[in-house]
């Protein structure tokens, strides 16, 4: 099978992905202590990076080593990181931080069962990614957890902060960069589950609206 046009825009999408995490690190740097800057760097770069695998497998055909690591950028960091910015935004930092070592562990946890899951070739496509693949089955089962985890905080918290920020005339701007942030960060959500069922094609087009959507929700609420 060779990559339909639709195949192409994880290339967009990581093109865009890098100096989106830049503006967030540069942040970030003139302020070292705001750890929800850190965790939206690492989200925004985790998420390039799994966009990158896909332009890869489109560019190149599919290969057993960014196919790994295209679930584990993809299905376990892709709001992962995201949420923990949020976590750190919104809760004490005690408590961001006993949530952040159950959120690696769990993650590195999962990342070594994908690694070491044997691989069912006769299953694999060219051009499409897809977990259907992995021999151990249940190595599936992590990301709805993670997943369920990015969802509670960081469209959930974006919710909450939008209906905070309705209530005060001169932070307006701050709830409609929440809710820009809450959709974009629904809709890669959506193309997960779209992939789930095969149709990866989903995945990659709401890869790129959903950034497209959370950038401009970042550049509202930096707006003085």
Not at 36 to 65: D, K, N
Not at 151 to 171: C, K, N, Y
Not at 185 to 199: K, N, Q, S
């Amino acid at each position: 099978m060779s990559p339909a046009a639709v195949h192409y825009l994880p290339i967009v999408t990581t093109l865009l992905a890098l100096p989106f995490a830049v503006a967030i690190g540069r942040r970030f740097r003139r302020n070292p202590d705001r750890l929800h800057l850190l965790w939206w760097t690492i989200g925004v770069a985790a998420y390039g990076a799994g966009t990158l695998t896909e332009s890869l497998t489109t560019l190149f055909g599919w290969q057993e080593p960014v196919f790994r690591l295209w679930y584990i950028t993809g299905a376990l960091m892709g709001g992962a990181p995201l949420a923990q910015g949020t976590v750190y935004l919104l809760l004490r930092r005690t408590t961001a931080h006993w949530l952040t070592a159950a959120l690696v562990a769990t993650i590195a946890t999962a990342s070594v069962a994908i690694w070491l899951s044997p691989i069912q070739f006769d299953l694999v496509e060219s051009h499409r990614l897809s977990g259907k693949v992995f021999e151990w089955t249940w190595v599936r089962r992590f990301s709805p957890f993670i997943n369920l985890y990015a969802v509670i905080f960081l469209i959930g918290g974006a919710i909450i902060s939008a209906v905070r920020f309705s209530r005060m005339p001169d932070t307006r701007h701050r709830m409609w960069a929440n809710v820009w942030i809450a959709a974009g960060a629904i809709l890669p959500g959506i193309g997960g589950t779209a992939t789930r069922f095969g149709y990866t094609e989903v995945l990659y087009v709401t890869e790129l609206l959903g950034l497209l959507m959370m950038w401009r929700g970042y550049v509202i609420s930096v707006r003085t």
